[in-house]
């Protein structure tokens, strides 16, 4: 499909056509509901994650088709960059040993594909943005191969019309220009996939907004970016920026990025789909042979091509997913709030405070989102996001009155919120071995106040310390970060620093040389 298009190209008819079945997806998705056609209650989650590959010099490998060639498993896949993969784990019943079972699955996969990656000089990282990674680098011919992403490319760069300005205050500043969205792929993540039936979607994915910003907070993994310290979490506003189809006219008129956090608590599924429609041109309009609403009429269930495609163009932290399988349709909340890594221990950490609190604040008699303005919600996501685990929060206080207050993210995950997901994960009948282990590893980052953001930083500080030049400091800190991942132990207890450069000989001449 993407290669016919992009030999062919659009026309203005294609779009007109495309926004006429999106309507008709859309009145089907509403008849779906209407008549409750979705797939019954399964408690089923899903895993993936974004990968870089580097160096034993710690930059960057534009490799990804030859490490896929030899892993040669379809649990992986390209993504947007040469430097990347993505990694699929099959869904799983949330329930039991369920995390640790995701813990060895992960463990098994990403160490074959780091071995074979090893075959061509190269290994896998888990990391939020390859710190290592120049402007260089995110160029159109570090762009992968297939045609979908030529694309994708071709699409929003002529919807934006200009280059693209990365503009990011931060620790410092960034501010360059770009002639593709390349840049995007330094973004890696996490996300984190929990299928849901309709009369709970809006709950979940209200308490899933809701606890970005925590989610963030206590896993920050990306704190540089093209060589400069941004924020702590860089990949909002990288993500925003690099797939971002206004010009600054339209920025200053208000449109809506089409990576967006939101603007308000939703009450069914359909306020979502509707919102895609209303707010966002299409990028792809291509349009498949199937008539929705002929299909309803004939007893069967559509697929919905068109939705489904111009839901992926739009990038929000939390996404609603409509699938289809075996002729039964369902409905998922994606989370793509997470950076990847650093470790497995860690990935799973995350997803366990995750599922865990969202099922909780879904369940509240009192709904978070009855008490906290979204306006504070998005505020807090931008505010996590610049100061990673330091950062301070607004949020309900306990009590009658619950009004919202300022508090730092640790304490409000140590006194309220890992309680709350401990007995989430008891709803989800995980056992408590495991819940314990890894909501552990969370309080554990919180008591420590370290997370893989803080972690690089402080590391890539006392390189600099130690006298070695800023490109010399983020490859020894990447070098480094790669040795305690593949230990697999948590960030929070990672030694702090690169080995201290072997003195110069006596009489030698020169500066100090990467450890």
Request: glycine residues 8%.
């Amino acid at each position: 499909m993407g290669e016919k298009v992009a030999a062919d190209g659009f026309g203005p008819s294609d779009r007109q056509r495309y926004r006429r079945k999106l309507q008709q997806c859309l009145a089907a998705l509403a008849r779906l509901l209407a008549e409750k056609r979705f797939d019954r209650p399964r408690n089923l989650m899903g895993l993936e994650i974004e990968l870089n590959l580097a160096g034993p010099d710690g930059l960057p490998r534009m490799l990804n088709a030859p490490v896929l060639d030899r892993i040669a498993s379809p649990d992986f896949q390209t993504e947007l960059g040469m430097f990347n993969l993505e990694v699929n784990i099959a869904p799983h019943r949330l329930d039991g040993h369920v995390f640790d079972r995701l813990a060895e699955e992960l463990r098994t996969g990403l160490g074959y594909a780091d071995r074979k990656a090893g075959e061509l000089g190269a290994g896998v990282m888990m990391i939020g943005i390859l710190p290592t990674l120049t402007q260089e680098d995110a160029v159109f011919d570090n762009l992968s191969s297939a045609d979908r992403y030529t694309l994708l490319n071709d699409q929003i760069l002529a919807a934006r019309g200009e280059d693209f300005t990365l503009d990011i205050h931060g620790v410092e500043r960034l501010l360059c220009t770009s002639a593709s969205i390349v840049p995007e792929a330094a973004c890696t993540s996490v996300q984190l996939h929990l299928q849901v039936t309709p009369p709970r979607f809006a709950a979940l994915w209200n308490a899933a907004q809701a606890v970005s910003a925590v989610q963030i907070a206590v896993g920050a993994n990306a704190p540089f970016l093209f060589g400069h310290e941004l924020w702590r979490e860089s990949r909002p506003p990288l993500f925003t920026q690099a797939t971002d189809t206004r010009p600054p006219e339209l920025q200053s008129q208000g449109v809506r990025p089409r990576t967006w956090f939101g603007e308000r608590w939703v009450d069914s599924v359909y306020d979502l789909f509707e919102e895609n429609l209303r707010y966002f041109p299409a990028l792809l309009p291509i349009c498949e042979d199937e008539d929705p609403l002929r299909v309803l009429d004939a007893g069967g269930v559509p697929r919905l091509q068109e939705l489904v495609l111009h839901n992926g163009t739009v990038y929000r932290w939390n996404r609603p997913v409509y699938g289809w399988v075996d002729g039964v349709p369902h409905l998922r909340v994606e989370n793509r709030v997470l950076p990847a890594g650093p470790t497995v221990t860690d990935v799973v950490a995350n997803a366990a405070f995750y599922y865990g609190l969202v099922r909780t604040l879904a369940e509240e008699s009192r709904p978070i989102w009855k008490r906290l303005d979204f306006a504070d919600a998005a505020h807090n996501f931008d505010t996590a996001c610049r100061h990673g685990i330091d950062a301070e929060l607004r949020w309900p206080r306990p009590g009658r009155t619950g009004a919202v207050a300022t508090v730092p993210a640790v304490r409000l995950v140590l006194d309220e919120l890992l309680p709350m997901a401990a007995a989430g994960l008891d709803a989800w009948h995980i056992e408590p071995r495991d819940r314990d282990f890894y909501l552990g590893v969370i309080e554990g980052r919180c008591r420590r106040r370290v997370n893989g953001a803080s972690w690089q930083a402080d590391t890539f500080h006392q390189a600099l310390a130690w006298g070695l030049d800023r490109p010399a400091a983020l490859a020894a800190t990447t070098r480094r970060y790669r040795e305690l991942m593949l230990t697999g132990e948590p960030v929070h207890t990672w030694p702090v620093g690169v080995p201290a450069p072997a003195p110069a000989p006596v009489g030698a001449e020169g500066g100090s040389a990467a450890p």
